[in-house]
């Protein structure tokens, strides 16, 4: 069991650490607006949280690989983790900001995407963590969160919100089974049978 202080959104030392989703769109809606300003760190919220791809793969993008994409248009990538093919789909989400960042920055060809301004190339694994936790933090957030929540963030929702089925998270995961998605994202009985409550 976690144990939380409240002034931190990360376990007190010796708890077993478990990276939360952000479970309610009023707190995906606040993320939003704190980074409105912020093309890179939005872009980066938007695509994680509407692919459910590792931050890893998503810090491999380059700006050839998505400056001509269009919403409904997907280029298949290869997950560092598994060495299995995936694909990176633009919706119309992603699409509204990447346009505004290609509009802010005009990266070209082998430019990363998400490039770092400390440092020649993409940001680092850690400095995406970082981030995470502070914009969990700006908005007072309690929890664990990290470098997995928006990946875990897409898979929730999608589930919560759309009643997507355990089956095709698995697949877009690449996950060995349901199962293992179920235990991944966390979701409680209560959470699926919100689901049912939905009128047709």
């Known amino acids: 069991m976690q144990k939380y202080n409240p002034n931190k959104n990360h376990p007190q030392k010796g708890d077993r650490i478990k990276v939360e989703p952000i479970r309610d769109l ?76 290609m509009e802010t920055f005009n990266p070209k060809g082998d430019k990363y995407l998400f490039f770092s301004q400390k440092r020649n190339g993409s940001l680092s694994i850690q400095a995406v963590h970082a981030m995470i936790k502070k914009w969990t933090k700006a908005i007072n957030l309690q929890g664990n969160y990290g470098t997995h929540t928006l990946r875990k963030t897409f898979g929730y929702i999608q589930r919560t919100q759309f009643c997507v089925g355990f089956e095709v998270l698995a697949k877009r995961y690449n996950h060995s089974s349901p199962a293992v998605t179920m235990r991944y994202l966390g979701i409680t009985a209560d959470e699926i049978n919100n689901c049912l409550m939905n009128e047709i």
């Open 26 to 101: 009023k707190d995906i809606r606040a993320i939003k607006q704190l980074l409105d300003n912020r093309p890179r760190d939005l872009l980066l919220f938007i695509m994680g949280i509407n692919n459910g791809l590792r931050a890893g793969d998503l810090l491999k993008l380059k700006a050839r690989d998505v400056e001509k994409l269009k919403p409904g248009q997907s280029i298949t990538i290869k997950e560092s983790k598994t060495s299995k093919e995936n694909i990176l789909m633009i919706n119309k989400a992603v699409y509204k900001v990447l346009q505004k960042y």
